[in-house]
């Protein structure tokens, strides 16, 4: 059951894998939903780390999604598949897609979208599905992050590291970062963060272990990897949880793991992108439960840096890979 839809939409497609100049403005069918599946009409699409892995070729994605990137939009419903039960044409969601973002028209799974939280912009609402489903999955199931305990936060103003910050501190955590120069630790002290490391100055695991009394963090969610997988072992707690989510700095390093015996560590990963439906509905339950009502109380929300028109994908990219930003990176299409 549909409106009136057009037969074809401006989606961004990846000429050939390489730097932001490759992803172009193309013509592609609207998609049709599939069973249990919706189809929204995109408001706003959300601009993440994978998606540039994915344009240099090293990041496909998963078997049966689209090849258009982009991983989160919100938007308005405009025609369902079969058997869907949640939603009815006209709700505004956001929603957490295997790829096909960067687009006028995107498909999800009906468990795999959330309606829009009280109180927040379409724009605002593209801002929240990537971030908040990978820091939900890594810093509160996986890290197992409580109240009182300690967070640290490599990449402290990125998409995901400013929401860690926020649900973090809604929580009742404490929370360090590690950002690149003193007015984006700044920007993240003003978010939250009770104590802000900048990496080219300082030296963070004296930093970390001087904020903690000698103690270290509970928790480090880390997306740099390389050199930072020793060092955070040197920042941990005993019986510290260290998360990774990428490796910007390298995926292979020659380790000592004596401290990871010594001090009990645990260390573990995720990916996001290629698990499977029901997972994402499980991760997606979760946070409709715990962290909507914050959203709509107005104890975090999604912080914009800034937006660009869908055909400007390239300036998007260009913008998260110069690594200026604070927060997310929207794409509006027209």
């Avoid at 070729?57 to 939009?73: F, M, N, Q, R, V």
Wanted: neutral net charge; hydrophobic residues 40%; proline residues 7%.
């Amino acid at each position: 059951m549909s409106a009136m839809l057009p037969e074809t939409m401006t989606a961004i497609g990846i000429k050939t894998p390489g730097g932001p100049e490759v992803l172009v403005p193309e013509t592609r069918p609207v998609p049709m939903p599939g069973k249990g599946e919706i189809l929204v009409k995109v408001a706003a699409a959300g601009v993440n780390r994978p998606d540039i892995l994915q344009r240099k070729g090293g990041y496909p994605p998963p078997k049966g999604a689209s090849d258009i990137p982009g991983l989160e939009i919100s938007g308005e419903i405009v025609a369902m598949g079969e058997g869907v039960t949640r939603f009815k044409i006209t709700d505004r969601v956001c929603a957490l897609v295997p790829g096909g973002g960067y687009a006028d028209y995107c498909t999800v799974h009906e468990t795999n979208a959330l309606p829009i939280p009280d109180g927040l912009t379409l724009v605002e609402a593209a801002g929240i599905p990537e971030t908040f489903f990978t820091v939900w999955t890594n810093v509160f199931d996986r890290g197992a992050l409580k109240p009182h305990e300690t967070l640290l936060v490599h990449g402290g103003t990125s998409g995901i590291g400013t929401t860690a910050i926020m649900l973090a501190k809604a929580f009742g955590s404490r929370v360090i970062i590690t950002a690149g120069s003193d007015e984006k630790c700044q920007a993240t002290i003003k978010i939250g963060a009770d104590k802000a490391i900048n990496y080219r100055t300082q030296d963070f695991v004296e930093e970390v272990l001087a904020f903690t009394d000698g103690v270290g963090a509970n928790v480090i969610l880390d997306m740099v990897g390389g050199a930072y997988i020793t060092r955070n072992y040197g920042a941990a707690v005993r019986d510290g949880r260290i998360v990774q989510i990428a490796f910007q700095g390298g995926s292979k390093v020659e380790m000592d793991f004596v401290p990871l015996m010594m001090k009990r560590l645990t260390h573990t990963g995720s990916t996001l992108r290629p698990r499977s439906v029901e997972e994402k509905a499980v991760i997606a339950k979760a946070l409709e439960a715990k962290v909507w009502p914050l959203l709509a109380q107005g104890q975090c929300k999604p912080i914009i840096h800034a937006t660009f028109p869908l055909h400007e994908a390239v300036k998007a990219h260009q913008m998260m890979e110069s690594g200026v930003h604070t927060g997310k990176i929207i794409l509006i299409p027209p």
